[in-house]
């Protein structure tokens, strides 16, 4: 076997890792607005609002315009705009006398446009209130301004999404050690099928060390989720659905280990784990495939949702996302090999010992 | 024994070290919460260092065996 067969995916892995962390720190955001105030408003005042905004360049770009928008059809666009620096703008809105719904208020988010940052939204920036409601005069304030003719932002740029800031990057380092961690697991599984079936006679040891790699990545994911929701769900453990999931799924890895070590009979232990594998990888899917879908997660394409996308993972992302996934799962494979033939060194050695005395 | 007392202990004094820099979470959250990302990947790569040092042990139990003197 030549060298380049033996050594290229080892090779393919640590380039993908590499080029993920090169492309995925490097990029910039795009603009987006980071916090408004004041949050609170009453109708038929004049409101100065001010705009914090990140990467933005609201001073060198003169044409900068600001819409106050409760849905797709209401909103005003502001009477004045005064840029105090690239970051700080404030914006001055006359609210109509009146809200185009019948309820006494309204959740309003606001909508920043110019030309060289492109479009940006805060949602639900401005909670408005009336006394008393008059729907068809609401309607005429609200109907005048429409959002037309916003810029496009330039350049290769990952989304701003509001809480997660420059922790978007995350998604590139979190996510593929729980994809990889499957995939691993997946290998485990099929090694300890074919040990059973009898096809591969080192398919037990195969499964020990493809777990040992998983169990690696799936406590690293646990790690590096606890310190990211410390920072955006302000908590390390807030009890969320996947989080507990996957807690749940490491601890029935890390039970093959112990069961592994509890078995002093190589013979059954090899088989007796091999089977305990199986059930694990079958108990692994309802936990992370069905269970967080089924309520309420924190985590983006959980509660209904299947699959994750639009601002959460846009085309730039997956351009950095699937190599690291393959990377990462690369690494997962190299990392078991070594342990593998470790291991296998460990028997023959300890045979040969054997035979001389 | 004493090593995984000694990583402990390294640990503990890394996050001491952070959360009173002065800066507290602060820290943390300044510039876009980039050093989230920061604190991400170094403990990645303390993870993957665990498994070397994990598998050098292992390594030289078996030198050992092969060479007992």
Known sequence: MSVLKQYWWKTLGALLVLYSLVAGLLLPLKPGIIETSPSIGVVDTTMDISIRGYNSHYLSSGDNRVWLKLSNEFMILASAVRPLSETNLIATFQIPPFLPVPEQSADCSIVLDNSIDGPAVKPTALFLRQKENNVDMGFAYWKKDQIQNLHTSKGVRFPFRGILEETIRNTYYHVPMWFGMIFLFLGSLVYSIKFLRGNDPHGAEKTTALNMAGLLFGILGLLTGMIWAKFTWNSFWSMDVKQNMAAIATLIYLAYFMLRSAIEDEDKRDKVTSAYNIFAFITLIPLLFIIPRMTDSLHPGNGGNPAFGGEDLDNTMRLVFYPAVLGWTLIGFWLADLYFRTEQIKLRVLTLINDNQ | ?69
């Open chain 2, 1 to 69: 024994m004493s090593k995984r007392i000694l990583i402990v202990a390294f640990i503990l004094v890394l996050s001491q070290l952070a959360m009173a820099s002065g800066t507290g979470e602060d820290f943390f959250r300044a510039t876009g919460k980039i050093y989230v990302v920061f604190a991400v990947i170094i403990s990645i790569f303390a993870g993957l260092i665990f498994f070397l040092f994990r598998l050098d042990r292992r390594i030289s139990r078996i030198e050992k065996q092969i060479n007992p003197s």
